[in-house]
């Protein structure tokens, strides 16, 4: 590395020592309570407040509480549903607007920005007033009551995959659908071998941010599942009401273990496809 | 030479809300051709050639291919095949994939398939880069792909839309002779788009020009360059040297035009134009001397305005009596036997069988 003199330049922020002081400031605001729970998800104190050396056995504990694993399964069971739904429905979506110009694309195309922009209480809300108004909400067994959170799951996330995949469309140049039709290949064959490869990478991205959108999700949770019906992360919830045991902190990390590795592989495929050199 | 045309366009019309980009044009492209299309951009002549592809459908006027009305027959199911401007590699497939991609489609089978693909290769001398991606390969042999992705399916004509506009000179010269090596080769009628003069000429068989979706001239390239009808094929066309001019009368061996600045000049012109506008001389054909008036009418007085050095030649610009006018030196010799300066007086004179009478 070449030494550089003089003043730091206006974006040579890693010189400023005030700027780097406020980077780790921000990462420790940020990141330093997920680091102490995963730490403390070790601890082997029940009341968890001081450290009383390693163990791995509130994992185990977690792994025994047979209500915290129903609502694991039901979790998975939701965000799978949900992902493969959205995800379809997403794509299709992006697609069409991509393609097509039909009146009202502009109404449809903010419609689709709603769930991404309405404060999830509200959408928990409104979802749960339609839900029991359609008497789609209590009386039912397992697993058709889950129905309420697989709808709702989808209704925020697929808009989020339709973004996506719209995203990766911006970059498509219409000349290799021609190209493709022009050699011979019919409209779906075209959508199977050149299209449907090219929005891969968006689709799988879209795809892992929906399950993490399903799998981490809350209030719009907690407003659409019966009483008999819990996630994972409402499970959490009500553990915690009786006290924040290494246990939750053990099943918290598992999720965030899960989301984290989602994410990574989201953005991952998220990169864009670096522009072909010419020569 | 009397088989049918391959292709017959006849009164083709293609509107784009109230703007006609291709304006009742009718051609016929004679089979084995390399026909150039040839025009300013915004001319129609893309349009043209997406109507051959079927990615237009024309407004009027109907398309033959081999014989067969195309009107009803969507891009998939014609016997053309297309090599895009920005080629339209396939990104996540191999050279190979690529090149096989339209055998694949319409279900030829497996070991034809490698055996014509790796012809195709060795077509376009791409051997050894049959596993790339087309990102880990030049402009220049994402071309060579596009062609033989093309050529592979063995259609009845290839169309080329501006195939060599985005390689660089040194390269584009060797396509371009590329191109008809390929053309003899597979005998194949090809359909290419271009703006460039340079190119047409130096490929092509036929050329159609064209402005304003209009065919303003087809010939081959010589007859173009030599025997312009109008002003605009004759301006567009390299470089000339335009004069105002009238017919006054027509005999046995030629006509008589009133030409402004040079007065009456006999050009040995059998077939001129119904109505005479211009008179043309390239520039290479006018001589540029500076010693004394010599005999024979077709000489004008001037002076030298600017000298642009090519090289191999130098454009000499003359002014005389208001009229700029181009003139040619080749430099065949590397000694200047007679140096010519900016400024200098100047007679410049051209033989009256190398004007070109133009009409508008």
Redesign the interface.
């Known amino acids: 590395m070449a030494e550089r003199r003089g003043a730091p330049g206006p974006l040579e922020y890693t010189r400023r020592l005030w700027l780097r002081a406020w980077l780790a400031a921000t990462f420790l605001f940020l990141y330093a309570p997920i680091v102490i729970l995963v730490i403390f998800s070790f601890n082997d104190s029940r009341r968890n407040i001081v450290w009383r050396g390693f163990t791995t056995k509130y994992y185990a504990k977690a792994i025994a509480n047979a209500s915290l694993i129903e609502a694991f399964t039901n979790s998975l069971i939701v965000a799978f549903i949900s992902t493969v739904v959205s995800t379809i429905l997403g794509t299709l979506l992006a697609m069409a607007l991509w393609r097509f110009r039909f009146p009202g694309k502009a109404a449809v195309e903010g419609a689709n920005a709603l769930p991404i922009v309405i404060p999830e209480i509200c959408m928990g809300v409104s979802l749960l007033v339609f839900f029991s108004r359609i008497g789609l909400m209590g009386g039912i067994s397992w697993p058709v009551s889950l129905t309420p959170v697989v709808i709702g799951h989808i209704a925020f996330s697929f808009p989020f995959v339709a973004v996506v995949v719209r995203a990766r469309l911006e970059g498509f140049?219409r000349?290799?659908e021609?190209?493709?039709?022009?050699?011979?290949?019919?409209e779906w064959?075209t959508l199977r071998?050149?299209l449907i490869?090219?929005m891969k990478p968006g689709i799988v991205a879209g795809a892992l941010l929906a399950m993490t959108l399903s799998l981490d999700d809350f209030v719009i949770t907690f407003f659409t599942s019966g009483p008999e019906t819990i996630t994972f992360p409402i499970k959490i919830y009500s553990m915690v009401r009786f006290g924040a045991t290494p246990e939750v902190n053990a099943a918290s990390t598992v999720l965030i273990a899960i989301t984290l590795l989602l994410t990574v592989i989201a953005m991952r495929l998220q990169t864009p496809?670096?522009e072909?050199?010419?020569? | 030479m009397n088989a049918p045309p391959i292709v017959r366009i006849e009164q083709v019309t293609k509107r784009f809300g109230s703007f006609a980009a291709v304006d009742a044009v009718s051609l016929a492209i004679p089979r084995n051709a390399f026909f150039a299309l040839l025009g300013p951009s915004g001319c129609g002549k893309t349009t043209l050639l997406r109507m051959l592809a079927g990615f237009e459908q024309p407004s009027e006027g109907r398309i033959l291919i081999d014989g067969e009305e195309m009107a009803a027959v969507p891009p998939n199911r014609r016997p053309v095949n297309m090599v895009f401007q920005s080629y339209a590699v396939f990104p996540h497939m191999t050279v190979a994939e690529n090149i096989g991609y339209g055998l694949k489609v319409t279900g030829v089978p497996r070991p034809e398939i490698e055996r014509r693909v790796a012809e195709a290769v060795a077509m376009v001398r791409l051997q050894g880069f049959e596993e790339r991606r087309p990102d880990q390969l030049s402009g220049g042999q994402k071309q060579r792909v596009a062609l033989a992705r093309a050529l592979v399916k063995k259609p009845k004509l290839l169309l080329l839309d501006e195939p060599l506009s985005a390689l660089d000179r040194k390269l584009r010269e060797e396509m371009q002779l590329e191109l008809v090596r390929l053309q003899h080769e597979v005998g194949i009628t090809f359909v290419i788009v271009t703006h460039d003069q340079d190119e047409a000429l130096s490929m092509a068989t036929h050329i159609a020009v064209m402005n304003r979706g209009r065919i303003l001239q087809i010939s081959d390239p010589r007859s173009l360059y030599e025997r312009p009808r109008t002003r605009f094929v004759a301006d567009f066309i390299g470089q000339v040297n335009v004069f105002d001019a009238r017919l006054l009368d027509r005999g046995e061996t030629g006509v008589r035009v009133m030409v402004e600045g040079l007065g009456e000049i006999e050009v040995p012109e059998r077939e001129p134009p119904a109505e005479v506008v211009a008179l043309a001389v390239r520039p290479e054909k006018m001589e540029v001397r500076t010693e004394g008036p010599q005999a024979g009418p077709l000489q004008l007085a001037g002076r030298i305005g600017q000298i642009a050095y090519f090289g191999d030649h130098s454009r000499i610009f003359v002014e005389c009596d208001g009229l700029r006018l181009i003139c040619i030196r080749h430099n065949r010799s590397r000694i200047e036997e007679t140096p010519l300066a900016e400024g200098m007086a100047c007679y410049v004179s051209f033989r009256p069988e190398d004007a070109v009478l133009l009409s508008s």
């Not at chain 1, 021609?178 to 019919?186: N, T």
């Open positions: 140049d000349s290799l021609e190209a493709s039709k022009d050699l011979g290949a019919s064959q071998h050149v490869p090219f496809v670096r072909e050199e010419t020569r």
